[in-house]
């Protein structure tokens, strides 16, 4: 008999509450066994009105079309399903576990709350004291359940009767204001009783008012309040319904955050903390004053694509060292993104100052490379008994602290902590192998991932900058989408991408955009930054299987690519502009990155064709032939003009460097065979011409692994990928890192720090060869959207004798374990349920395999061949 399917999802959301959409997609992965799906049947349980759609003959089982009528705001509706599968003897199987969906509110009209903050003069230029809103009301009846729609111009955390509302962190988090504020839902229903109540929340400056971006920072870059937008809903055992709206009747006071900044850290004093303000009990002073009332669009207010930051881990300092003079210097063994947490039990005045570095610089921490973030937290003492806080409203990259202030000359065990934050995206992808220096390089991608996906894809979370470089993820995407289930984080953020595309088609270097100085100001177009709106959403369809997410970012990318025509021209050769080329090249001077061995416009020329063969791709994919066959012939001129400019007739490159032959080979823009073969092997001669050191920035280093493995040059891949020397992938693990730099020598051999105006210690774009890594190394590759297909190829080298890979695709788990043995090679192979594999071990030919697990061997494999 069958077993159950999982439980269905929505859209690309980790659950249904507070959902955005009126008919959300369904998915759900097949039971153990099951194979594959011959049916399914959909049940919608609308408060005891129950539907369902009766047997549906289809395979689908990924963003199944919503079977009902629309959901209206707030409704709630329970989702079960069952499938009939080969293995089921005919009969369905038992229903999945019952999954609720419930509207957010999805119609402007629905909304009655408006912005309300402090009422008190501010001075928009200086480091203005957060404010704490709240509201007391009375509850005549039993409440049934009850739900907070909640967001702010600012950060909020919210509280009813003194309890914390969520585990949520930074919300809303960081889109383009103006055109998209994300409100939450929550579920406040145990947080009520019968009486008298108090909704409260803690406000902070955050992106939309706070001081951000590069040269001293902009301050209110979205505007000059910082305000609630609450809206509390709550039905009673009557049937009705009481509104606790923000509105003018509100009162706000000043908090105990004297100051708050997300590159600056806080400052707290619990001398000014009545720890029941947020409660009826609380006592009321003089400071409690009207809200000022502000004004909001409702029109913007959007329900969440993803989900939010949060802290998903919690790290001991692995030493603690106590200076002469006081002062503790703490180590937590790992480079991080959160914010640290401390318990004391001082005398009150006491203030204890934390600052946070990445590194360390003769025994101290290295600030140089914060710039202008201050990265330092205040705690003043109540003097109250012991007392645990920790900042609510910013983070730090670090690895290192320094405490000073501590009372007594011991830091007691478990007396501070590292609470480790980003996006709670659900992990789906793992790699290991017999190499342990490459298993820490794969294991510092994930950290720099987890460091910078915080909200939006950022870079630099130490410094003055956390930005969303957009050519940054446009290279890191293949490796994201496998570590994480980064679909809906990246959808959102890709929709502010399309918001701030200006009208001719040029893609900003960073999304959302901010004063960027004379560099970045006036936006430019820029290969391979501008690309991440033709190139992303494919490859996001690629590994998620949404053709609705394609389809809705396809007019960004035909604007982009329809703009590099123009600029192109008839010659189809963009060689005019400004363009920051192979960025970080390890050859370029510390403080000119973009002074790369390519020329700039070899690689913007490049990507232009390969922009405009993914546009049609994604054409035919959402049948649109047309576009297909136009945007397919704009590549095939594209390339023909790459060739006759960049190639010499030798078959040389015009720059001969690296990652020339690298996006000349892995962009498919060598059409003669020989002459492919020709660029991988100058490729593969410049690679040990130059010691197998990294010889490329942030263009060719994803490409260069798969340049040389598809040109027949696996062992130089190999040797490129365990060389030790700087600049290479080994050579930060060698000196200790446990993230991924923004240089290759951000620590130089001699135990300096990179002079350049950037050093970051966490930065993931050089990490992208780790999708060569699940690929060749571990072996698992997707030949259709959602890994509905797969290909299980290792590729072993470099002295590795075993690797294990895993991934939680949208179908289920797919897993390679291979190792080498005296007769070859043995390999334990997982096809989720629905798909279809294909094993191909060294020397032996392919073999076809259904779902379920499998064990096969050369040996076995070439006597069947035989």
Request: hydrophobic share 35%; net charge negative; charged share 20%.
């Amino acid at each position: 008999m069958l077993l159950q399917p999982a439980p269905v999802s929505f859209e690309h959301l980790p659950d249904g509450l507070g959902i955005g959409v009126a008919e959300p997609r369904l998915s759900w992965v097949l039971p153990t066994g099951a194979g594959t799906q011959d049916a399914y049947e959909i049940e919608l349980d609308r408060a005891g009105r129950v539907h369902r759609t009766g047997r549906v003959d289809s395979a689908q089982q990924r963003l199944v079309a919503w079977p009902g009528a629309p959901l209206a705001s707030r409704e709630r509706v329970t989702v079960r399903v069952r499938i009939w599968a080969g293995t089921g003897d005919g009969r369905p199987s038992p229903w999945s576990p019952p999954s609720p969906v419930e509207a957010g509110l999805l119609e402007p009209a629905d909304w009655s709350a408006v912005p309300v903050g402090a009422g008190w003069p501010e001075d928009p230029d200086s480091d203005r004291r957060p404010a704490r809103v709240r509201k007391d009301f009375t509850l005549e009846r039993s409440v049934v359940s009850a739900r907070l729609y909640v967001t702010a111009h600012g950060l909020y955390e919210a509280e009813i009767n003194g309890a914390r509302v969520g585990d949520d962190a930074l919300s809303p988090g960081w889109t383009i204001y103006r055109e998209r504020l994300r409100y939450r839902t929550y579920d406040v229903t145990s947080h009520l009783s019968t009486g008298a109540n108090t909704l409260g929340a803690w406000l902070g400056d955050g992106w939309y008012r706070g001081r951000i971006g590069f040269d001293g920072g902009t301050r209110n870059i979205y505007g000059t309040d910082q305000s609630l937008i609450a809206q509390l809903e709550v039905v009673h055992d009557d049937g009705t319904t009481t509104v606790i709206a923000t509105d003018a009747t509100w009162s706000a006071a000043p908090g105990p955050i004297l100051t708050s900044g997300l590159y600056e850290g806080e400052t707290f004093d619990a001398r000014l903390h009545d720890p029941a303000w947020a409660t009826p009990d609380a006592q009321h002073h003089a400071d409690w004053t009207p809200v000022a009332t502000h004004h909001r669009d409702p029109r913007t207010l959007m329900a969440p694509q993803g989900p939010p930051v949060r802290r998903t881990q919690e790290l001991a300092p692995v030493t603690v060292t106590r200076k002469p003079d006081g002062r503790h210097l703490l180590d937590f063994g790992q480079n991080l993104v959160g914010r640290l947490s401390l318990t004391t039990d001082a005398p009150a005045g006491t203030t204890i100052t934390l600052r946070h570095a990445e590194v360390l610089q003769n025994g101290e921490l290295a600030t140089r490379p914060l710039r202008g973030a201050r990265a330092t937290d205040t705690y003043i003492s109540a003097g109250r008994g012991p007392d645990t806080w920790q900042p609510r409203f910013t983070l730090h990259g670090f690895r290192y602290a320094e405490v000073s202030g501590w009372p007594g000359d011991d830091l007691p065990d478990g007396a501070v902590a590292a609470l480790v934050h980003h996006t709670d995206m659900r992990r789906t992808g793992w790699f290991e192998c017999s190499d342990d220096l490459v298993n820490r390089l794969h294991e510092n991608v994930v950290w720099s991932m987890r460091g910078n996906f915080v909200d939006i894809p950022t870079d630099c979370p130490a410094r003055d900058e956390r930005l969303g470089w957009t050519g940054d993820l446009q290279v890191f995407a293949p490796t994201a989408s496998y570590l994480y289930d980064c679909a809906g984080m990246l959808d959102s953020w890709l929709t502010d991408v399309a918001a701030e595309q200006l009208p001719d088609g040029t893609v900003p270097w960073y999304v959302p955009v901010i004063p960027g100085g004379p560099q970045w100001t006036p936006i430019r177009p820029g290969a391979a930054w501008g690309d991440v709106a033709a190139l992303t959403p494919w490859l996001l369809h690629q590994r998620f299987d949404d053709p609705e997410l394609l389809r809705r970012h396809q007019p960004a990318g035909r604007a982009w690519v329809e703009l590099m025509e123009r600029l192109a021209g008839p010659s189809r050769l963009w060689d005019t502009g400004f363009q920051l080329g192979d960025w970080l090249d390890p050859s370029a001077p510390p403080n000119a990155p973009a002074d790369a061995r390519t020329d700039r416009h070899l690689v913007a020329t490049a990507y232009f064709a390969w922009s405009a063969r993914h546009l049609a791709r994604s054409a035919r994919e959402l049948g649109d032939t047309d576009g297909a066959r136009r945007y397919g012939a704009l590549a095939d001129e594209v390339a023909a003009a790459f060739r006759g400019r960049y190639v010499l007739p030798s078959g040389r490159m015009t720059s001969d460097a690296p990652t020339a032959y690298a996006v000349a080979i892995a962009f498919g823009l060598l059409d003669d065979p020989a002459l492919q073969q020709a660029a991988g092997d100058r490729l593969a001669a410049l690679v040990l011409a130059d010691g197998a050191r990294i010889a490329t920035g942030f263009v060719g280093t994803p490409l260069i692994c798969d340049a040389l493995t598809d040109t027949g040059h696996l062992d130089v891949a190999y040797r490129l990928l365990t060389q030790t020397e700087c600049p290479s992938w080994l050579y930060p693990v060698t000196q200790g890192a446990t993230t991924i730099w923004e240089r290759w020598d951000s620590l130089r051999p001699d135990g300096t720090l990179n002079p350049g105006g950037m050093t970051s210690f966490n930065h993931y774009a050089l990490g992208a060869v780790a999708d060569w890594l699940h690929r060749t190394v571990g072996g698992i590759t997707s030949t259709a959207p959602g890994y509905r297909t797969l290909t299980y190829r290792p590729r072993p080298g470099g002295g590795i004798t075993w690797a294990n890979t895993r991934h939680e695709t949208p179908y289920g788990t797919a897993s390679l374990s291979w190792e080498l043995t005296a007769a070859g090679m043995t390999a334990r192979v997982t096809v989720p349920e629905g798909c279809r594999g294909t094993v191909e071990l060294p020397g032996c030919p392919p073999q076809d395999l259904g779902p379920g697990d499998h064990v096969v061997d050369t040996v076995r494999l070439q006597r069947d061949a035989a």
